[in-house]
């Protein structure tokens, strides 16, 4: 329209760390050769920034470290540098006073030769990016889970690892969602209960949490780590059959805490214990 001014409203680009550099997200790139591109041969963990600190930092990096060296990767790095790298890309993007999920990435690197052997001293890939979160607990909903037939294996190294490898979770929860729920819970091959696409899940019954063991399939969340080691919550085996007596369902992962409504056909409420483990970690900063 003649006579009216216009303006574009600015682009705001994030930093993020990729090898040794706080660089553009926009100029981050990876050779197409990578092998985590290829063949998902990377891993990764997700950590939350919350009241000017990274929550569970010892519990993520020890997890991360491990994984690093049950799996071979060609990568070092100590706590203490993670953490100021970290603190640096907050810096670097003025998100100090955010709330922030962080994720760090390591892949395999650049593959010299097509196949799955892996060459001495193949040089990894390493990123860091930062998403800003929202900081009100109120807008939190309950989740319905569907029962997903996509089974997920006790002794597999992806139940054991934070792999880039999501194809089950990816397509257990679609399915879910294509049925009308909001995420899925997912059986080992003898259909005890394992976890969500990307929680862990508790039951509390007779004012008693519990939550499936890591031999089960379970991974080995941060916050159900923490709520272990605090004596807040025991570790046992569940089945389907086993929630005629539970009254309250909520899951976790390093984010936070949502309660669950529904699974399948059979509906559950909001309750008290549920409650105060939320107020618990959310004085926590989870």
Same mark, same amino acid.
């Given at each position: 329209v003649t006579g009216v001014q216009t303006c574009a409203l600015p682009i705001y680009i994030m930093k993020v760390y990729l090898n040794n550099k706080f660089i553009d997200e926009e100029k981050a790139t990876i050779n197409i050769k990578d092998r985590g591109l290829l063949l998902g041969d990377s891993i990764f963990d997700t950590l939350l920034y919350n009241k000017n600190k990274i929550i569970l930092f010892d519990f993520h990096f020890a997890r991360f470290n491990k994984s690093i060296r049950n799996n071979y990767f060609n990568f070092k790095l100590s706590k203490k540098n993670l953490q100021n790298i970290i603190l640096k890309l907050i810096k670097k993007n003025n998100l100090l006073n955010s709330k922030l999920s962080i994720r760090y990435t390591l892949t395999r690197g650049y593959a010299k030769r097509r196949g799955l052997d892996i060459e001495n001293n193949q040089k990894s890939n390493f990123l860091i990016t930062i998403s800003k979160l929202t900081s009100n607990h109120t807008t939190i909903k309950p989740v319905k889970l569907k029962v997903s037939k996509i089974k997920r294996f006790s002794n597999s190294l992806l139940s054991r690892n934070k792999t880039n490898n999501y194809f089950e979770n990816i397509q257990s =929860?679609?399915?879910?969602? =294509?049925?009308?729920?909001?995420?899925?819970?997912?059986?080992?091959?003898?259909?005890?209960?394992?976890?969500?696409?990307? /929680?862990?899940?508790?039951?509390?019954?007779?004012?008693? &949490?519990? @939550?499936?063991?890591?031999?089960?399939?379970?991974?080995?969340? @941060?916050?159900?780590?923490?709520?272990?080691?605090?004596?807040?919550?025991?570790?046992?085996?569940?089945?389907?059959?086993? $929630? /005629?007596?539970?009254?309250?369902?909520? $899951?976790?992962? /390093?984010?936070? $805490?949502?309660?669950? /409504? =529904?699974?399948?056909?059979?509906?559950? =409420?909001?309750?008290? &214990? @549920?409650?105060?483990? @939320?107020?618990?970690?959310?004085?926590?900063?989870?």
């Open positions: =929860k679609l399915i879910a969602q =294509k049925n009308g729920y909001d995420d899925a819970l997912m059986l080992n091959e003898s259909d005890k209960i394992c976890c969500c696409s990307s /929680s862990n899940i508790y039951f509390v019954k007779k004012n008693k &949490i519990f @939550t499936p063991p890591i031999n089960d399939g379970a991974l080995d969340g @941060t916050v159900r780590r923490l709520l272990i080691e605090k004596k807040k919550v025991e570790v046992r085996s569940i089945s389907l059959n086993n $929630l /005629s007596n539970v009254s309250e369902i909520f $899951l976790t992962n /390093s984010i936070g $805490l949502r309660p669950v /409504s =529904k699974i399948n056909n059979r509906s559950f =409420k909001n309750g008290p &214990i @549920t409650e105060k483990i @939320t107020e618990y970690l959310n004085k926590l900063g989870i």
